[in-house]
């Protein structure tokens, strides 16, 4: 599937980007804009000349949740057998750093769908929040798991219980996002932060993302225990041999991610 009608696509340099592009409905995550996303993505992940992925939304909106007209008819054995937000599993399994720029609304599924991206950066404008509650449910595509790491207890439970948004001084001070800029700027900054992690060696970023991913599901002992084997593995590389070979030599690396 590469003729996507609610997402963009495009390659600038080694990074892929997407955008969601719902303007009708402020990019709401409808079952389409899943399978697109999620297939984009997965081709990205696929290609040894991509090394980060941006995902984006519009100015208004990076995703103001799931679509709620395609799920208000849905029994909750429709939701379970239907198995309606599984594909977001993959989305978030991708190896591939990925980056959420995010400007206007990100609420809901659109919070949740940030919160599946490695670094958030967020517009002046951004405005984050789980108002599930205020439809008669709760967060469904992690918003209940992954917030409460991202921001702790109190925090999370005030946005879940109360369905309230927060903008994004306070995302930022509550440890949500990575960083805030002006919203002229954001697809510039992102682009560059971007580029920055694309010109690292793909086994390295892999290994490293795979090492956060591993801090947010097991206890500390076991991770330990893993980042000391995925660090070690990297020491079979010719990037490592490269990358510390050019800080000898006080020049910048050159790798070939092999
Ligand atoms: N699903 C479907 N359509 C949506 C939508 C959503 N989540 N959010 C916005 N839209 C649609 C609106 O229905 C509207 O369409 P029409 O013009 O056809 O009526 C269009 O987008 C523009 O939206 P508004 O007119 O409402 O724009 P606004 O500026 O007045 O308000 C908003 C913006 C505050 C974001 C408001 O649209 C809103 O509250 N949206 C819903 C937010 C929400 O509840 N998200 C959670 C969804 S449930 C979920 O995500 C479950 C989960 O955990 C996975």
Redesign the pocket.
Known sequence: MTDYATIIVETRGRVGWITINRP???N???TQVCAEIVDAATRFDADEGIGAIVLTGSE??FA????????EAKSGLDMLMGDH?GGWTTFAAVRTPVIAAVAG?A????C?LAMMCDLIIAADTAKFG???I??G?????G?SQRLIRAVGYYKAADLILTGRTMDAAEAERAGLVSRVVPAADLLDEVGKVADTIASKSLPSLYAAKAALDAAMETPLAEGLRFERHVFASLFDTADQKEGMAAFREKRPPEFTNR
């Open positions: 009708e409905a402020l709401a995550l409808n208004r909106a103001a949740g799931a679509d709620i007209k395609e799920m937000f609304y609420l809901g599924g659109g949740e789980q108002p599930e205020n439809l449910v709760m967060p469904g595509m918003g």
